[in-house]
C-alpha cells in the first residue's frame, strides 16, 4: 500500500552535520517594518513585517461595522499596540482591537497564512503569485491510489513517534523568579526564533529549539486541546483543535515527510495529516480538514512585550535532549533542500523565509524585500 516511499537510515540532522558549511542565506536581518494593504482574490488583506523580530502576519480589512476596507499602518502608539486603521483603532499582534470603538467586535478578522521557507510553496500550491507582480503556475504531481498526494513524493524520515511528542508539556510563566533562574531560557538568544499562540488572555510560547527536538506538542489553553507542530524542514508552524471526527485525540510524529513537510497522525485513526495542507492526507479521515487556529512566529526578544498571561514552555519533557543546541543549524544557513520536492521555483532563495496567503490552491507571497519601498 506504501509503494514508492523510500526509507531513509540516517538521520536528517546527521546528514547535515556532517556538510560542509555554505554562506549563510537566513541569518541577516532585514531591518524594515512596516503594513502592505494589498488585495487577493478578491478579499483585502494586510500584511505587518517585523524584520528585526522576523514576524509576518496577515489579516482581512473587511470589517461588518464599516461601509469600506480597513486600511491599515503601524501604530504609533506604544506596545502592545502594532497597527492602527483609518478610523485611529489599534490593534496587537494577534489582531485583538485595544480599547476600540466597537470593542471586541471589532477584531481584525482571520486569514488563512503560512509562513514558511519558499520552496514549499510551489510544492503544495498550484497557482502562486508574487507581490512584485511574478505569476507562476505548477503542475501538481497526481496522487497515488488512496491517498491525497502522490507517494513519489514522501519520505521516511525516522520511525513513528520517533521524534516523540511532548504530550504533558509543563510551563513557565514569563514574570517571576522561575523565569530568571530558568538555564535554558538564560541562555536562549534575543532573536531565537518562537511559536507564540494565543488563546482569550492566554499566550503559550514554544521556542524552535525545543520543537526541533519533538515537534508536536498537545497543549491545552484556557480548557481547549490544541495540537501544536513546527517542521524544521520547511520552517512551519500550524496548531489545530485536537479533535477527530468530532472526539478528542492526540497527535503524534508519523516519521514521514511529504514535499520534505512533516505528516502527522492522530491517535484515534491513526489516519495520516498534512501539516501544511491541514487535511487528511490517508486513512479513515481521507481528505477530512482539521480546525486550524492561527499563530505567529516572532523572535524571544518580542515575547516580553506580550500582555496578559504568558507561558514559556519548559524543558521539563521527560526527555534528556540538550535543548540550548540547534540540530538544525547547518540546514537553515544552506540552501540544500533533504529529500526531492515535487515541483521547484528558483525565482527566490529556497530557504528564504516567507508569507503566502492561501485561497485554496492559490497563494500570494510576501518577502521582507517586498517591505523596503514602502
Known amino acids: 500500500?506504501?509503494?514508492?516511499?523510500?526509507?531513509?537510515?540516517?538521520?536528517?540532522?546527521?546528514?547535515?552535520?556532517?556538510?560542509?558549511?555554505?554562506?549563510?542565506?537566513?541569518?541577516?536581518?532585514?531591518?524594515?517594518?512596516?503594513?502592505?494593504?494589498?488585495?487577493?482574490?478578491?478579499e483585502p488583506v494586510a500584511i505587518y513585517a517585523d524584520g528585526i523580530n522576523q514576524t509576518l502576519v496577515a489579516f482581512s480589512r473587511d470589517h461588518s461595522e464599516y461601509n469600506e476596507p480597513l486600511t491599515l499602518s503601524m501604530s504609533p502608539d506604544l506596545a502592545p499596540a502594532v497597527l492602527q486603521d483609518q478610523f485611529g483603532n489599534n490593534y496587537d499582534i494577534n489582531g485583538k482591537s485595544l480599547g476600540a470603538e466597537f470593542g471586541n467586535n471589532l477584531d481584525?478578522?482571520?486569514?488563512?497564512?503560512?509562513?514558511?521557507?519558499?520552496?514549499?510553496?510551489?510544492?503544495?500550491?498550484?497557482?502562486?503569485?508574487?507581490?512584485?507582480?511574478?505569476?507562476?503556475?505548477?503542475?501538481?504531481?497526481?496522487?497515488?491510489?488512496?491517498?491525497?498526494?502522490?507517494?513519489?513524493?514522501?519520505?521516511?524520515?525516522?520511525?513513528?513517534?520517533?521524534?516523540?511528542?511532548?504530550?504533558?508539556?509543563?510551563?513557565?510563566?514569563?514574570?517571576?523568579?522561575?523565569f530568571v533562574d530558568d538555564p535554558f531560557y538564560s541562555s536562549l538568544g534575543q532573536h531565537d526564533l518562537v511559536t507564540v499562540l494565543t488563546i482569550g488572555n492566554t499566550s503559550h510560547v514554544y521556542p524552535h529549539k525545543i520543537l526541533e527536538y519533538h515537534e508536536i506538542v498537545n497543549d491545552q489553553i484556557e480548557g481547549q486541546n490544541i495540537a501544536l507542530s513546527y517542521c524544521p524542514l520547511t520552517g512551519t508552524s500550524r496548531a489545530w483543535k485536537s479533535e477527530v471526527k468530532n472526539d478528542?485525540?492526540?497527535?503524534?510524529?508519523?516519521?514521514?515527510?511529504?514535499?520534505?513537510?512533516?505528516?502527522?497522525?492522530?491517535?484515534?485513526?491513526?489516519?495520516?495529516?498534512?501539516?501544511?495542507?491541514?487535511?487528511?492526507?490517508?486513512?479513515?479521515?481521507?481528505?477530512?480538514?482539521?480546525?486550524?487556529?492561527?499563530?505567529?512566529?516572532?523572535?524571544?526578544?518580542?515575547?516580553?512585550?506580550?500582555?496578559?498571561?504568558?507561558?514559556?514552555?519548559?524543558?521539563?519533557?521527560?526527555?534528556?535532549?540538550?535543548?540550548?543546541?540547534?540540530?538544525?543549524?547547518?540546514?537553515?544557513?544552506?540552501?540544500?533542500?533533504?529529500?526531492p520536492i515535487s515541483n521547484q521555483d528558483n525565482s527566490l532563495k529556497p530557504k528564504e523565509r516567507v508569507l503566502g496567503i492561501i485561497k485554496g490552491n492559490q497563494v500570494k507571497i510576501y518577502t521582507f524585500d517586498d517591505f523596503n519601498d514602502l
Do not use: H
Open 1 to 42: 500500500m506504501m509503494n514508492k516511499i523510500y526509507v531513509f537510515l540516517v538521520l536528517i540532522f546527521s546528514f547535515f552535520s556532517c556538510q560542509e558549511e555554505e554562506p549563510s542565506v537566513t541569518s541577516d536581518l532585514i531591518l524594515v517594518q512596516g503594513v502592505i494593504n494589498d488585495d487577493f482574490a478578491g
Open 248 to 339: 478528542f485525540s492526540e497527535f503524534g510524529v508519523s516519521g514521514l515527510l511529504y514535499n520534505n513537510n512533516l505528516i502527522l497522525y492522530d491517535r484515534s485513526t491513526e489516519s495520516y495529516w498534512s501539516q501544511i495542507l491541514e487535511k487528511s492526507i490517508y486513512g479513515d479521515c481521507l481528505a477530512e480538514e482539521i480546525s486550524p487556529i492561527q499563530l505567529y512566529e516572532s523572535t524571544f526578544n518580542s515575547v516580553k512585550r506580550l500582555q496578559g498571561d504568558v507561558q514559556l514552555l519548559s524543558t521539563n519533557t521527560g526527555f534528556n535532549y540538550l535543548y540550548n543546541q540547534s540540530i538544525y543549524d547547518d540546514y537553515r544557513i544552506s540552501e540544500r533542500v533533504s529529500f
Open 108 to 178: 481584525l478578522k482571520k486569514v488563512n497564512f503560512l509562513v514558511g521557507y519558499w520552496f514549499i510553496f510551489p510544492a503544495f500550491f498550484e497557482n502562486i503569485t508574487q507581490f512584485n507582480g511574478q505569476v507562476s503556475s505548477n503542475s501538481l504531481v497526481s496522487p497515488s491510489e488512496g491517498w491525497l498526494v502522490s507517494t513519489d513524493f514522501i519520505f521516511v524520515g525516522s520511525s513513528r513517534d520517533g521524534i516523540p511528542s511532548i504530550d504533558d508539556p509543563t510551563f513557565i510563566p514569563l514574570s517571576g523568579k522561575e
